[in-house]
């Protein structure tokens, strides 16, 4: 048996580790473009601020290859897949048969078309790559714009703020708004202010100004110019889905998948970021670019390529970020729509930096948002993951944010922690 | 594999176990040290004793086959240990971002009071019996194959 995987990303691993629980014989091959053994990718911002040191970035021991078994072919783009010949060609030249194949290959930064942003001095921050680029400039730069408002832009931002640069934010409307609501939104942003980020709120980027040698001197936007040395595009990540598109394979904004990690052909399999594929509780087809989804779905194809056939729970949304010191946690449905049944009990301290929002439908915790305190949060997951009921009862000790194991139904604690033996064969 | 299990009826929420796992994990090895002087400088236990009303329960990281702490660690810090079963957390590789803590739907993970890091149980590595249920003095914990 031959697996490919494409890919070296959190995906990647956790398939090396759901084939090798099944078949220890088979070989496998990682293709990668990344020259990087694989690493935490959300951990280059820790990097770039300096918080830890280049050693700590790797995700897996250095021997984990050579302990799984596996050949690596990094620092290699695979050009073109052939579904029916069942051949990856890559574009040094080299090309390899499949058995089984993974789609590992994650997201890309999403590209604002803005003149200038191929300039010197423009930056993307997803890879290694993008933070080694950018401590080389850190210590001689003095001012940083960052375009965007979602997770990367901050955390991008907070960077460069912790190595001293004069940051500024430029926002279209509000920052997290895919997680955050206004209030949440302003507490945060409050948060980050007193730490000395700045924000241009309801900007529009109109262009970057490159000098005479071609590097980034400004960002014009409809509020007004930014002078900066540094600028970062930071509009978050797209599928990326461009093999599986050119092969022929089924892809919507990601690559399709079922619930085995299957695309729509049967010898090819997607996980991680590059997918679309079943939510946990919207049991639509999502988009969803977070780690722990990744490592679970890949945990999965592997196990399904290598023969298996469980069905994938499906993805369900959750970050956990700290800004600046201020611990925020998102987990499920978190901006219900309007009109459709959800309910939201919010519990706000402006002062004390807290915040808690709890979003209940069909008498179920659909979602929750927590910010400052999130010493419970696992127990908050329950409720979202296991579906528990939520009574009148239960739903003020949720408000008041005291979730414990003794709201839940007690079938399911039995279960969980006294459950009955099974039974053991007769020695 | 052996686990640590809980009969909540059995339980009379003594908080034994907290302090136990309190002394095994403390440098004195001693609980009136390991309370009054590791304590505030950042010792905490790895149990959890919930108690409302008449009911009460001890719980504790329960060593997933699949953790969900595991899945969601972002810096490697979190892994299985094939050999023993043992879910183990490395405190030099953890970055302190709370996905462990936000992902475990069983409340088995804290956050540490004074640095960026978490806390769980290890299983006592060194100890056939893990402390919490030796100083179980109702039997309520259990440490068994099922
Ligand atoms: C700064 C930052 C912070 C983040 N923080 C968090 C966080 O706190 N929590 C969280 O849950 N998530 C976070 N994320 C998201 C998280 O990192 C991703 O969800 C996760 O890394 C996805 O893993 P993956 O294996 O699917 O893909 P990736 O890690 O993106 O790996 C895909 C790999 O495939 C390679 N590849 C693509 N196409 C080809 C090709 N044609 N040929 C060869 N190789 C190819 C790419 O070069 C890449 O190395 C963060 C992301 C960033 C950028």
Known sequence: MQYIIIGNGVAAVAAVEGIREKDRTGAIRIISEEPYPTYGRPLISYYLAGKIDRDRLWYRPESFYKDHGVELSLGVRVASLDPKARTVACADGSSYSYDKLLLATGGRPTEIDLPGAGGEGVYRFTTLSDAEALLKVVDKAKKAVVVGAGLIALKSAEALLMRKLDVTMVVRS???????????????????????????????????????????????????????????????????????????????????????????????????????????????????????????????????????????????????????????????????????????????????????????????????????DIEKSGLFTSFVKFGFPVTEDIREKLKRGEPSVLLWPEEFFEETWNPRPTAQPIA | MKRVYIDRHFCIGCGLCELACLTVHSRSKDLAIAYTVERPQGLMSFKKVFRDGSMCASTGCRHCDEPACVEACIAGALTKDPATGRTVYDP???????????????????????????VKCDRCVELDMPACVQACPNRALMYEER
């Open chain 2, 92 to 118: 030099e590789q953890c970055v302190g971002c709370m996905s462990c803590l936000m992902a475990c739907p069983f409340g088995a993970i804290s956050k540490s009071p004074l640095e960026d890091k978490i």
């Open chain 1, 174 to 372: 509000r920052i997290m708004r895919n997680y955050f609501d206004e209030e949440a939104g302003g507490l945060l942003l409050k948060h980050l202010e007193a730490k000395g980020l700045k924000f241009l709120q309801g900007a529009t980027p109109k262009e970057i100004t490159l000098d005479q040698k071609g590097r980034a001197s400004k960002v014009e936007t409809s509020q007004g110019d930014l002078s900066a040395d540094i600028v970062i595009m930071a509009a978050g990540v797209s599928p990326e889905a461009t093999l599986a598109k050119a092969a022929g394979l089924a892809v919507n904004r990601g690559v399709v998948v079922d619930e085995f990690l299957a695309t729509s052909d049967p010898d090819i399999y997607a996980a991680g970021d590059c997918t679309e594929a079943t939510d946990m509780i919207t049991g639509e087809l999502e988009v969803l670019p977070i780690w722990p989804k990744a490592y679970n779905q890949g945990l999965y194809a592997g196990r399904n390529m290598a023969g298996g056939k469980t069905a994938h729970p499906g993805g369900l949304p959750m970050n956990s970020i700290n800004y600046y010191g201020l611990p925020t946690m998102s987990v499920g449905i978190v901006n219900p729509p309007e009109g459709q049944g959800f309910e939201v009990e919010r519990m706000v301290d402006e002062e004390g930096e807290r915040y808690r929002k709890l979003v209940i439908k069909n008498g179920r915790l659909a979602g929750f948002v927590l910010i400052g």
